[in-house]
């Protein structure tokens, strides 16, 4: 940034616990695009795009060289819009840059506020470093999902909104880089992490840390949220970032109800990233499994295996005669009463994304009953992501894919997803793919 007087100020008047022997990085932001012949100018440096401006990153050795620097782009006759230090690496999180850093920048979606797809914004931003327990994971493939939307506009329920807040920052993300699933390949390990060795190509659920919208990220061999694991030798990366966070939650869900051969279950929001797994999941275990929603869907829906399928907007499930062992809702918004009356009497109501009105009248509906109510799943583990990495790999499990967007779109990424219109899993590719 620049201050009132024109200058720059200090790096160390910034950050104050920065090493001074060591040099600053910089991120100076110029208006319009920056053709590719000035690369040489600023050797070096990193330059990038951000919409219609031009970021110049790199490490500075002092306020002389900044300076220099300086005068080079003025002297480029582009309008300077703002210069600003990167913090340096003090062994320390930074809200803004994620974990631990070396200094060494890596590409990000950073979400600089709450709000629509725009706040998300491609970044140069530090490189992690991994401690002895974790992994350093250069990421192939992520994926965009309702929940990474709902988290990007801060949309939640009333009754968690609070603690949702207070978790993931109350003016703005605190976590700015969102991502929940991933795959890609690890390239350092800590000295303490036995299991995973440098070259895997592994993939990953990051749990409540997120940061998976990045060309690096850092994995706890156990983590205590999330799961990691060696991926399916038979997907690609795309394929394998899909599986992880839809798949682990579904499992999770019908884990909790005991789901076993013979029983007749009904997928209401079938054709999502949840939804694809929980039908194939259930036919895996034996289920009969009807699957709900929109028609352009069906097909797909058939395709992996549903029994029967139903097309929301001509048949309403709550109305019909059919009586369902469990019944797992991934639509918010649904009568939760009414569904409660199609479970049989000892049956399950699995709630995917509920809100607060909709848990109470279902847990009031099921109350003089053996009719069971749950919105919290039993928990996923590295164990759970290698079992499904085996269901994969045996021909049993596959991860549905409707679009890959690149890095740079991840904003038209949200955007698609959030017309309700995907089959299954959006995917992001982040680049570099060996």
Same mark, same amino acid.
């Given at each position: ?5 024109g ?8 950050? +104050? ?8 990085a910089?991120?100076i &932001? ?10 040489d100018?600023?050797e ?10 031009t ?18 782009? &003025? ?11 990167? +913090? ?17 920048p ?7 506020n709450?709000?629509? +797809?725009?706040?998300l914004?491609?970044?140069?931003v530090?490189?992690?470093v991994?401690k ?15 929940a ?8 939640f329920a ?9 978790a ?16 890609g390949?690890v390239?350092?390990?800590g ?13 990953a ?7 998976a919208? #990045?060309e690096?990220i ?31 939650e ?14 007749r ?27 709900v ?16 399928v139903?097309?929301?907007a001509?048949e ?10 469990v019944i797992?809702?991934v639509v ?8 409660? &009356? ?13 809100g ?6 279902a847990?009031?509906? #099921? &109350?003089?009953?053996?009719?069971r109510?749950s ?5 996923f583990?590295s164990?759970?992501?290698a ?8 021909g ?7 679009r ?21 899993n959006?995917v992001?590719?982040?680049?570099g793919t060996?």
């Amino acid at each position: 940034m620049i201050g009132r007087d024109g200058h720059e100020p200090m790096a160390q008047e910034l950050y +104050p616990h920065a090493d001074a022997s060591q040099p600053m990085a910089y991120q100076i &932001r110029i208006k319009g695009q920056l053709g590719s012949r000035w690369a040489d100018s600023f050797e070096g440096l990193t330059i990038t795009l951000d919409g219609g401006d031009t970021l110049i990153t790199g490490p500075v050795v002092d306020q002389a060289a900044l300076h220099g620097l300086l005068k080079r782009v &003025r002297n480029l006759g582009m309008p300077l819009v703002s210069v600003s230090p990167h +913090p340096p690496d003090v062994g320390r999180t930074h809200s803004d840059y994620g974990e631990r850093t070396n200094g060494r920048p890596m590409r990000a979606i950073v979400c600089t506020n709450y709000g629509p +797809p725009e706040v998300l914004r491609l970044r140069d931003v530090r490189k992690p470093v991994p401690k002895d327990n974790e992994v350093l994971v250069r990421i192939r493939a992520t994926t965009v999902s309702t929940a990474d939307c709902e988290l990007r506009r801060f949309d939640f329920a009333p009754w968690i909104w609070v603690p949702m807040r207070l978790a993931f920052g109350i003016r703005r993300p605190r976590r700015r880089v969102l991502g929940q699933e991933l795959a890609g390949d690890v390239e350092v390990v800590g000295k303490d992490v036995g299991s995973l060795r440098k070259g895997d190509r592994v993939f990953a659920a990051t749990g409540i840390p997120l940061g998976a919208y #990045a060309e690096y990220i850092c994995l706890r061999e156990n983590p205590q949220t999330g799961a990691t694991a060696t991926m399916p030798a038979n997907l690609d990366y795309a394929e394998a970032a899909a599986v992880p966070y839809g798949g682990g939650e579904a499992l999770s869900f019908l884990r909790k109800a005991n789901v076993r051969s013979g029983q007749r279950i009904l997928v209401n929001g079938a054709g999502g990233s949840f939804g694809t797994f929980a039908v194939q999941l259930a036919k895996d275990l034996g289920a009969h499994v009807t699957a709900v929603d929109s028609a352009p869907k069906l097909e797909m829906l058939r395709t992996i295996g549903a029994d029967r399928v139903m097309d929301y907007a001509r048949e309403d499930f709550t109305e019909g005669p059919e009586t369902y062992d469990v019944i797992f809702d991934v639509v918010r918004g649904t009568p939760s009463a009414r569904v409660v &009356r199609r479970l049989t009497e000892t049956g399950w109501l699995l709630m995917a994304n509920p809100g607060f009105v909709q848990i109470v009248r279902a847990r009031w509906a #099921a &109350r003089r009953s053996r009719k069971r109510v749950s919105f919290i799943p039993s928990g996923f583990t590295s164990e759970d992501l290698a079992y499904l990495r085996d269901l994969v790999e045996a021909g049993r499990l596959h991860p549905v894919v409707d679009r890959r967007f690149p890095l740079e779109q991840m904003v038209e990424a949200h955007r698609y997803a959030e017309t309700g219109q995907k089959l299954g899993n959006i995917v992001v590719d982040v680049g570099g793919t060996p």
